[in-house]
């Protein structure tokens, strides 16, 4: 299956690398969200940041926290992928890289969506039940 299939309709929430951490952990928050785009203009991709970067950037800087911006915990190489791209192809990267979330871009390199690790489990779940009824539909005809 590809990815422009599970992309139809969905939203990519971005937040800007000058956003503070309180900021981001509202707007993580506030869409129900895993991980945010880093981009200034909603197109190009600056990073990306999760709430695993949240969590790891707090031991032994709490106090530091509150001062920090999104750039200071960002994943600046980002992996991407595009419509043409598979889920087998997503669910191989996931595992090997341990990353849950990967941005959809154009062929230009502009930014379209987001698949995270959920969004791929659920659409391989779904292959293979498509393939499980079709082998009983041939078995039992």
Request: contains cysteine; proline residues 1%; negative net charge.
């Amino acid at each position: 299956m590809k990815i422009a299939k599970l992309i139809s309709g969905k939203k990519v929430e971005t937040i800007s690398s000058s956003a503070s951490i309180h900021d981001l952990v509202n707007s993580l928050n506030t869409h129900h969200v895993g991980a945010l785009v880093v981009s200034a203009d909603g197109k190009k991709i600056d990073g990306i940041v999760s709430e695993r970067d949240v969590v790891r950037a707090m031991p032994g800087k709490l106090d530091q926290l509150i001062g920090m911006r999104v750039l200071d915990i960002m994943t600046a190489e980002v992996i991407t992928c595009t419509q043409e791209s598979t889920v087998a192809e997503l669910m191989a990267i996931m595992t090997e890289r341990r990353i849950r979330h990967i941005p959809v871009v154009a062929e230009s390199g502009e930014l379209i969506s987001i698949v995270s690790i959920g969004d791929i489990v659920k659409a391989h779940i779904t292959e293979i039940e498509v393939e499980r009824k079709a082998l009983a539909d041939y078995v039992n005809s």
